[in-house]
């Protein structure tokens, strides 16, 4: 018995792999335009997959979900480990599910390809949204570069979309540029703070502030709450340090309690007066458009250094020139023009 | 003699022009060693020239220059229109030549060659520096880029530097990006400000504030003098958010008034403040090494993004991608490697 079993679990293995070879993009498509999560799943590890069969078929799916017209917010949520952002997300996600929504759940952490401490990673932090039907959970794809990471996450959210999932959350941590990244993929970015001892406002991470939509402050509970409400003030005023956004929408402060959940309720209100202002003065539209245009730029460029600065005969010379640059033996401009002029031999 | 003056004058362009033809780089070099003006406004109007052979001139020069070690100090001043610049920058070289140092001042204003409106264009605005010999001044280069201004403006520091000016003044207005590519040559940022009807920090543009070593408020004079002491508080207080500077420095604020020149002499301290503790902690040295690599690396990147978006057949096929982008009929990234793929072919 022991031995059936053991050849049993083998047997469903192969035919899982058999029967995932066999279906089609098209077929694909179509389980995803109906909504099944394991297509769903199925085809973002497409997106996913390093293997050039697998790419090309993952070009193909997005870009049949990219002609399905959808109607759906995308929610950047950042804040440092240990701010409580997986209870945030799932006491926030049970309000969402409850007004009617499904819900997808993504992350970008370009550290977790290497930590293995993966945000999302361990998905019993969400206990309760991980057994419903119309939430989708996906940890963060693993990848060596946050540009790796950030497109992977991009299709899949355009796939969730297909799949029905009208709210989007993107979970990130504050690493390096994956909030750039994060704010450039979605329609709203929320930060969530901690109250700590008076200095709320010290060591944040440069521009973060300036790029959210609303500062919610988690753990607003029991003693902490006076300080939670002090931090508060302190974060409107900053706020207002900050020139208008083009969105037109006044940056929002408040206080929660993911644990009580107190204070949730209010930031799914805020999200919905946000998209009714930003779809009635037409910033949600064009911002997203300007999102496409600013992947594809940024990838363009991306794609162009690469060319350039992973040439072996160019690191060599560059490294030349920047050695003569440092030591002040020749303008940086001429050096960079003669590498250039050099880069223009190499390639004819 | 009305006749023989009018000959007279344009004989005179005759021989300068000759002159000035005939010198090599090799005597403007040593000229500039040694301290001339007049040598040292030929080689920047060399460095400024378009001409193929004036740029020759000036590469040679520059490498000449580069090779004299300096010690100086470059200063970036930024404010807007109005908020007294020229009057500050006349005190503040006023008492810098009472400390025995020699000062050079340059702009950095890429507007000037549209609107003619050019900081530092008007001389006669700074009417008692302008007659001191141990003052240079030159206006803002034109040139249609930023890049292009940043560059000729950079070059230029080195020229006055190794002509022995040990204090250059770079003054910028807010805007572009201009105060970055100052922020990028110099060893100290200061911004200027006003004192407005309490929403100082209103509307500022971003990242500003971050760059700024120190903020003076200036016109701290009469009915002005309790707002701008108010807005010294809200600046203190709002330079407080940011984290902590690479270069070991807190940043200081200010009141002055360059009219009455009170809070002048101050500044000057500051500077010698802060240029003792980066010599200190070694970052005066690697930070102008760093900016070196900076300009370097920045230069590269663009000459690179020239020779790619300004290719004919690059435009185009850029301008049909961009299209399906926004129309949502292809990914971005997608787009993005097939316009590379493009390139590539092009190349061969």
Redesign the interface.
Known sequence: MGNIKNTGEKGVAKVRAHRKKKISVKELTSKILAGEKSALARAITLVESKAEEDQKKA?QL??NC??VPNNSIRIGITGVPGVGKSTFIEALGKTILAAKKKVAILAVDPSSSISKGSILGDKTRMQELVKESNVFIRPSPSGDSLGGVA?KT??SI?LCEAAGYNCILIETVGVGQSEIAVHSMVDFFLLLKLAGAGDE???????I??MADAIVINKAEGDNLKRALKAEVEFER?L?????KENGWLPKVSTCSALDQTGIEEVWVMFLEYFKLVHENGFWSTNR?KQ?????RQ???????Q??YLSPSIKEE?AQ??SR??Q??????????E??AY??QE?K
Chains 1, 2 share one sequence.
């Open positions: 070009n997005i870009e990219l002609a497109r991009r299709e355009i406002l010290q060591g944040m991470k440069r521009g502030m300036e900053a207002q340090l900050y020139p208008p458009e496409n245009q600013y992947w594809f990838t363009v460029d991306d794609l162009l250094k060319h350039f560059l020139y920047m640059v440092s002040n033996k020749i303008s940086p401009f001429r050096a960079a023009e590498l250039l880069y223009k390639l």
